[in-house]
């Protein structure tokens, strides 16, 4: 159910409404790409917004934010007698486990898997879990350990799935679907789309979910109550003093120049450096920021690389000038957020339009010299889709009429339009399942640039269309930075090159031709 909480004005929830328009600033200064806010402070939301295109009933990726929800379904299954966090996982999976197991891997317990302290050196398999093979249990637990378990914090997304396919193992269910009575329904939460293990059988958990905002800051919401949910006690407040709390130190070494995560680590929930606030973490700025002194939760979804520096955007601009009492009312001042937040946009294209050129190219057809992997080559940005478009795309044609481009695309033999508005403005269009939003411009002459979002994408597509007289070249590239540079590094920290992907930009060469 969307618009679930009672609303408030900031200053009386103890906020000045300037200080979320300095933090709005601040954001924008610092070119931290959001899609969503919502700021809850007594149970009541005191401030809220969506970037267009993205709103409240679009579900986003909250990537490793996933984890969060992971932890609470081990207190469930611990509440319910059906596990302990002292079991030893060589006794869960008896079945799983190499010829000869080693002393450490005697030792690991739900617990260690839990604060990510496994005692692997690193992960094998990242966050590629579109690659594992069906045996990924077995090639998980086979890895060699080289720390006493509990000692040493690698971050595992593989060791957070072991959990997932535990949880199966003792409910006889999938983790989501143990999750839907104890925790969805009751909070009236909808799980948008999750994915499977290439076993087909447990639930993804490091990730690879999607909900509204709304959804987060519920569960958000829940965690602060410390299980408590509309007078029910759904789950015990034990669980939550040990989950959110400090459980292992954190390399500082690895997280170079991220203060809040050098804070240490609790279960699948990070500490941070403001008083005694801990946060769900998801990759792009998927955040679940809980502040329990001060009674308050903020939710963010995002397309940024630049993390630190929205969670210190939080800190110094908003937080440290909440009052613990309610200020004085200034109509004046909310009027004014209430209209800014009621006007978030996504910087787009500044317009630009060409009418000659568009007369030329109205209903032009352009054969791909090679056929493109679908809109994927287009749009993908590491999102997770339940649709994905791999179809060939070989042909495109362009036909402007009034404040729209038409961009027609012959992708899998069949014909799909994808609308671009030209005014400054996001267009929506559907096909193959996917929502996408696009907006252009002519750039110059002859050269006409795009950007394309698939709205349960974290980033987008940027392409330039290129015309000559022997035909058209199409430059893609993405707006978010997902190389392992300099400029990843300096958002990031030092490790961001290890797990990173690289998502150079791309060349395709159309050459004129006949309408189909």
Known sequence: MLDYFAHTTPEEAGIPSSAIEDFLDYATEFGIELHSLMVLRHGRVCAEGWWKPYSSNIAHPIASLTKSLTSIALGFAEQEGLLRLDERIIDIFPDKLP??????????????????GYGQEEDPHGNQARNYGSDWMEKFLAQPLVYKPGTAFRYSDTGVNLLSALITRKSGVPMFEYLQSRLFAPLGMTLA?????PDGAIDIAHGQTRFCTEDIAKFMQFVLNNGMWEGKQLLNKSWFERATAYQISTDEKAYTGQIDSQQGYGYFFWRCSFEDAFRGTGAFGQFGIILPKQDMVIVTTAGTKRMQWLLSGFFEKLISKTSENAL???????????????????????????????????????????????????????GYLENRTFKPITGLSFSFADDVLELGIDIGGKGETLSIGLRNDFRYSSFDGNLYAAVGRWRADWVF??????????????????FDSGGMTLITDFTLILDSGSGAKAFCGENSSKNDIVKPSAMYRFLEGTEL
């Open 328 to 382: 004085p009312e200034d109509p004046q001042a909310a009027e004014r957020l209430g209209k800014r937040l009621a006007a978030l946009t996504l910087p787009a294209l500044p317009a630009g339009r060409s009418p000659d050129f568009e007369e030329k190219l109205r209903s032009k057809y352009y054969i791909a010299k090679e056929p493109l992997n679908g809109m994927d080559a287009l749009v993908d940005t590491y």
């Open 99 to 116: 010829e000869h197991p080693s002393e450490y891997l005697k030792d690991v317990t739900i617990e260690h898997l839990l604060v990510m």
């Open 193 to 197: 789309f999750s994915n499977k293990m």
């Open 449 to 466: 640039e795009a950007e394309i979002r698939n709205m349960v994408n974290f980033g987008a597509g940027r392409l330039l269309f290129r």
